[in-house]
């Protein structure tokens, strides 16, 4: 299966400020998605990174507050906004490729946990 | 609607001790797919298994093993002779055509494993 990165691991920030985080892949793949797992919690799809057009938000989600970038099919990125200590959480990416027999799971990168002050 | 319930919100065994993981999952399609995934201490997602609708065949992979019931719409998970590195939070996930490959997720269940 494809290796996922993921930088940062970690940050500290303070509130009202943004966060870039990157998702990079090492092959070509179709689907990328993007999760927010808050303390405790199971993880909520905030969008669908789509290459070369502007990526699916779920419901609860805008992109305002989460932009998202996909430049090719091996490199994404989501921006927290404006952050503020209900952001504190951990951000994940996933793949999902192409393949036979229908649907694939989806792997996840490493994630990154934000703490917002 | 889709729904994935783990009604266990944490289980607690002693080392050794066979332990069995509930998922119950609603959809209305005939074709769908469910998952599991292990999410150890470290917070990275850890894919296990992934079963069609259309094969109700059980899964053995070592000491994990999974009991897909249609008639019941469940997809338990049974960890044998469970080890301290068992320990994590355990999700169980629907996905349905047409979706997008969007995964609908059950809320975990945390598995502690004492020595």
């Known amino acids: 299966s494809a290796v996922i990165s993921q930088k940062p691991s970690r940050d500290i920030c303070q509130r009202g400020t943004s966060l870039t985080i990157q998702c990079q892949v090492d092959?070509?793949?179709?689907?990328m998605f993007w999760y927010r797992q808050q303390p405790g919690q199971s993880l909520t799809l905030i969008a669908t990174?789509?290459?070369?057009?502007?990526?699916?938000?779920e419901s609860g989600f805008v992109i305002d507050k989460f932009p998202i970038s996909r430049p090719n099919l091996t490199f994404s990125t989501l921006t927290v906004s404006n952050m503020s200590p209900e952001d504190s959480s951990i951000y994940l990416c996933?793949?999902?490729?192409?393949?036979?027999?229908?649907?694939?799971?989806?792997?996840f990168g490493p994630g990154t946990r934000l703490t917002v002050l | 609607a889709q729904k994935v319930t783990q009604a266990q919100t944490e289980i607690s065994v002693v080392e050794k001790e066979d332990v069995t993981l509930d998922c119950v999952y609603e959809?209305?399609?005939?074709?769908?797919?469910l998952f599991w995934y292990k999410q150890p201490p470290s917070g990275e997602l850890v894919f296990l298994i992934r079963?069609?609708?259309?094969d109700e065949q059980n899964e053995i992979s070592g000491r994990y093993s999974w009991n897909f019931q249609k008639s019941t719409s469940s997809f338990n998970f049974t960890i044998t002779a469970s080890q301290v590195v068992d320990s994590a939070v355990y999700f169980c996930?629907?996905?349905?055509?047409?979706?997008?490959?969007?995964?609908?997720w059950g809320a975990g269940t945390k598995l502690i494993i004492k020595p």
């Open positions: 996933s793949l999902s490729g192409t393949g036979t027999g229908g649907y694939n799971e989806q792997f």
């Open positions: 092959s070509q793949v179709t689907m």
């Open positions: 990174a789509n290459q070369g057009s502007e990526a699916t938000y």
């Open positions: 959809t209305r399609d005939t074709t769908y797919y």
């Open positions: 079963r069609n609708s259309f």
């Open positions: 996930a629907l996905s349905e055509p047409g979706s997008n490959y969007q995964l609908i």
